[in-house]
């Protein structure tokens, strides 16, 4: 069976917090649904399918993406699903119920508030619940783990690390909104203590809130947009054993093998947005997606520069899209993880016409 | 050897909750004694508490509405267990109460009023807390009790129940 060619025809971000104080999750994204709608020459009505992504554990309350359903208008009842995930692989849902020819428009949109909670402690909750949770090893200190066996393996040094953070904090000086955009040389942020070896603060994402909204489209329904549409030429995920000790934490197979499914290498890759919320996993991430040293990846600033949880992928998609419909590239590779020290990851290519 | 058969891992985990606007603008009238909601500007539905959104629509929901305390019960039950939480012996009647103007039945208790009498479209009115004890909280409203009135007919608020 052929693939249906699907478009990114809208895309809308909150700027990214450390703390939203007033609006709630609903209020936090009306405007951002309305305005990636609006990009699609849509209205609600017209959206065939809609589908989220989030966690209930960053809201401390079951359902909480539910509630976030009053933001979208789901009466008379509509075609909707969510997956507990970073908002991208929402996206790959909606691009599956495209491939089925079922509807010609879909809604993904992600939100994060990640300031209520704790969220290393947060993140924890997400490991084996036997062997691994009750021993409360937080986000960081897992990262750290992957960072060290990297370096080891790798031969790159603490100085290459921040070196991505430098490169980090000065594209994202240009994006209105980014959370971290205070520029740094290496030596300065080489001098300021550990949080947990080898890892420094610029080596790790800001705690943000925020969300994000894409639409997709298909056929005819791509000619309403508004914006010039970005064509998914290919987009595949893959998933490492659950056992952090049965990795290689170094490399990251399911990078690879995700971005041989997508096609990365049938073309020249002109800019890369790639979620790695720690320095060394976009070292990582390069090698496995065979990225050269011509490639401009993170132009946004990545997630070092705002990570709100389960949106920071989906922004990948989006950012990467926005910057090819207004000229950035032809072609670009957009990347998603989920999980502890890249667990699951999700590469998606797009191209412009 | 004993089999292990189940394990205690005991996990806590504390948040820091945001109302929002919508309903941080409720519960600060709480706090006054008074009950606003927001109005849908698309479909003109009031909505009581409010979250900012109405979800029929999927539109902000901008005009603020001040609601009286009197409302009809659109459906109720009678527990018959005692609560952990509320400090009424059973058995009481737990209902949903439609505040006059709203779009919205919410959760109540029902008071002062033998619990085997308590009906459907009964007419009812919030009994606050004393005003030295008025706090940005749902509690402020202490309990609703009959009000000398008809019962409300059912195609008022068949929609709700």
Same mark, same amino acid.
């Not at chain 2, 009023?113 to 459907?120: L, Q, T």
């Given at each position: 069976m052929a693939l249906r060619d699907v478009a990114v025809v809208g895309f809308a971000q909150s700027p990214s917090v450390r703390r939203e104080t007033s609006g709630n999750e609903v209020e936090m994204l009306m405007p951002i649904l309305a305005e990636a709608k609006q990009q699609a020459g849509l209205k609600g009505k017209d959206i065939g399918f809609t589908v989220s992504g989030s966690c209930d554990y960053l809201a401390g309350q079951p359902f909480a993406f539910v509630s976030a359903l009053d933001a979208v208008g789901a009466w008379p009842p509509i075609v909707e699903s969510h997956v507990e995930m970073d908002g991208a692989f929402a996206l790959y849902e909606a691009w599956v119920k495209l491939q089925t020819g079922e509807v010609d428009s879909a809604l993904v949109y992600a939100f994060g508030k %990640? %300031?209520? $909670?704790d969220l290393p402690e947060v993140l924890t909750i997400q490991l084996d619940p036997y062997c691994v949770a009750p021993l409360w090893p937080d986000a960081i200190s897992l990262a750290a783990l992957q960072a060290r066996a990297y370096l080891e393996a790798s031969g790159k040094t603490e100085r290459d690390l921040a070196e991505v953070a430098v490169r980090s904090r000065r594209t994202a000086a240009a994006n209105p909104k980014a959370q971290v955009r205070t520029s740094a040389d290496a030596a300065t942020l080489l001098a300021t203590p550990y949080i947990a070896s080898p890892l420094r603060a610029h080596d790790c994402p800001p705690i943000s809130d925020g969300c994000a909204a894409i639409v997709l489209a298909c056929g005819d329904?791509? @000619? @309403?947009?508004a914006m010039k549409p970005v064509w998914i030429r290919g987009i595949d995920h893959r998933i490492e054993a659950h056992g952090l000790g049965i990795r290689d934490l170094a490399r990251s197979p399911s990078t690879k093998l995700a971005a041989e499914k997508a096609g990365v290498g049938r073309g020249r890759v002109d800019l890369a947005e790639l979620h790695a919320p720690f320095t060394h996993q976009e070292l990582i991430l390069r090698e496995a997606l065979g990225l050269g040293g011509d490639v401009d990846v993170n132009? %946004? $600033?990545g997630p070092l520069a705002a990570n709100p949880m389960m949106v920071a992928g989906l922004l990948r998609i989006g950012e990467a899209a926005a910057r090819l419909a207004v000229g950035a590239g032809k072609r670009a590779v957009a990347h998603a993880t989920s999980g502890p020290c890249l667990q699951q990851n999700l590469v998606c290519v797009l191209e412009r016409d | 050897m004993s089999e292990i058969t189940n394990i205690t891992t005991p996990i806590r985990l504390d948040y820091t909750y945001t109302a929002g606007r919508a309903t941080q603008r409720f519960l600060l009238g709480m706090a006054e004694g008074r009950i606003l909601g927001q109005r849908c500007p698309e479909c003109s539905k009031v909505y009581v508490p409010p979250r900012g959104a109405c979800p029929k629509c999927g539109v902000p929901t901008t005009d603020e509405v001040e609601v009286t305390g009197r409302g009809t019960v659109t459906t109720f039950c009678i527990v018959r267990i005692p609560s952990d939480v509320l400090s009424v012996p059973p058995p009481f009647t737990c209902a949903h109460v439609l505040l006059d103007g709203a779009d919205l039945p919410f959760f109540a208790l029902i008071q002062e009023?033998?619990?085997?009498?308590?009906?459907?479209g009964m007419r009812v009115e919030a009994v606050w807390a004393p005003k030295e004890e008025l706090a940005a909280t749902f509690e402020s409203i202490r309990y609703f009790r009959p009000i000398d009135e008809p019962d409300a007919p059912f195609e008022s608020y068949k929609e709700h129940t």
């Open positions: %990640s %300031s209520m $909670g329904v791509v @000619k @309403k947009s132009p %946004s $600033g | 009023c033998p619990f085997d009498e308590v009906r459907m």
